[in-house]
T-cell receptor
């Protein structure tokens, strides 16, 4: 099993629908992140969490919300999906300090 | 100015040649530097990290860091078609406790 697991892997949803992307990790890391990736724009940070009670907005948080249910679980919600939220979404985890990030397999989300 | 800048490419090199990938960063307080490889549609995976000025070698890969010039590079020797991917530079800033990614450079190794 992967150390960082994202569900679902692929999702097609309609404009205006609420959708939740889930991330769970078995690495025991304290920090968890949600990124979206669009062609030519690289990885852009949506939200990040240093622990269960510490959640922070990233550079593109509008239209998204998150929940850190436990140290191992970090969910991303789109309250009312719109087509420009169509992207590849990655969850990542790492320890505090200058350590490497481990990524989930990604969720390809299409909003029609 | 972007915090971490990379040429998007594509960078095309013939098989067996040296591929040179470059990255510049704006925060002089940056402490650690990472190179990730990402195949199309897949998640990024770490291939090198470097903390100190100079070179760090790992197999066919060499990371080079020059903090005075705020420049980090990745050299891939004896490039193989399997090296064709997008390479992401990431910079850790202890002051802000964050990791910032560049937009990536697409490398194509031509057989």
């Amino acid at each position: 099993d992967a150390d960082v697991t994202q569900t679902p892997r692929n999702r097609i949803t309609k404009t205006g629908k609420r959708i939740m992307l889930e991330c769970s990790q078995t690495k025991g890391h304290d920090r968890m992140y949600w990124y979206r990736q669009d062609p030519g724009l690289g990885l852009r940070l949506i939200y990040y969490s240093f622990d269960v009670k510490d959640i922070n907005k990233g550079e593109i948080s509008d239209g998204y919300s998150v929940s850190r249910q436990a140290q191992a679980k970090f969910s991303l919600s789109l309250e009312s999906a719109i087509p420009n939220q169509t992207a590849l979404y990655f969850c990542a985890t790492r320890f505090r300090g200058d350590t490497e990030a481990f990524f989930g397999q990604g969720t390809r989300l299409t909003v029609v | 100015q972007k915090e971490v800048e990379q040429n998007s490419g594509p960078l095309s090199v013939p098989e067996g040649a040296i591929a040179s990938l470059n990255c510049t960063y704006s925060d002089r307080g940056s402490q650690s530097f990472f190179w990730y490889r990402q195949y199309s549609g897949k998640s990024p995976e770490l291939i090198m990290f470097i903390y100190s000025n100079g070179d760090k070698e790992d197999g066919r890969f060499t990371a080079q860091l020059n903090k005075a010039s705020q420049y980090v590079s990745l050299l891939i020797r004896d490039s193989q078609p399997s090296d064709s991917a997008t390479y992401l530079c990431a910079v850790y800033s202890g002051g802000y406790q964050k990791v910032t990614f560049g937009t990536g450079t697409k490398l194509q190794v031509i057989p």
